[in-house]
């Protein structure tokens, strides 16, 4: 069985230029956890997930550092400091999605994707073509209605 033959082909996506709040009501009317962004032509941009807006919420996380002799030098967690900032101010959603996305294509094998969700930590994939435009989404409950006998 391939990504084709379980996925969701009718996606709830958003554009790059959506605002924040925008996306917040969205997540919450439609019930979604996350949602692809695709640009004007349908190709994937990015992904944003309810996660990206608990940033919205949070102070960035500090970089971890070290006090030698006065002097403050910082060895770790600097780039993501430096990311939870920039969600924390975000206004769009370009400025808030991930947009290095775990993506499979539509006739990677169901295993392969399972395989990426647990590997990766994610609830969903999105299903992109050889001209990078998405054709649809597998879920985690898109796998698991498997195991149902049919």
Request: proline share 5%; glycine share 8%.
């Amino acid at each position: 069985m391939q990504a084709k033959d379980i996925m969701v082909r009718h996606v709830v996506t958003v554009s790059p230029d959506l605002s924040v709040e925008d996306l917040a009501k969205l997540l919450i009317e439609q019930s979604l956890s996350g949602v692809p962004v695709v640009d004007g032509s349908g190709a994937l941009a990015g992904i944003v997930s309810e996660g990206d807006l608990l940033h919205k919420e949070c102070a960035p996380r500090l970089p971890n550092f070290i006090n030698l002799l006065g002097a403050v030098i910082f060895y770790n967690g600097i780039d993501r400091f430096d990311d939870d900032f920039k969600k924390l101010m975000a206004r769009q959603v370009a400025e808030i999605m991930t947009d290095e996305v775990i993506t499979v294509g539509p006739e990677t094998a169901v295993d392969e994707v399972a395989r990426l969700m647990i590997e990766h930590k994610i609830r969903q994939v999105p299903v992109v073509g050889e001209d990078g435009r998405l054709q649809g989404m597998v879920r985690r409950v898109d796998i698991i209605k498997l195991v149902l006998p049919s």
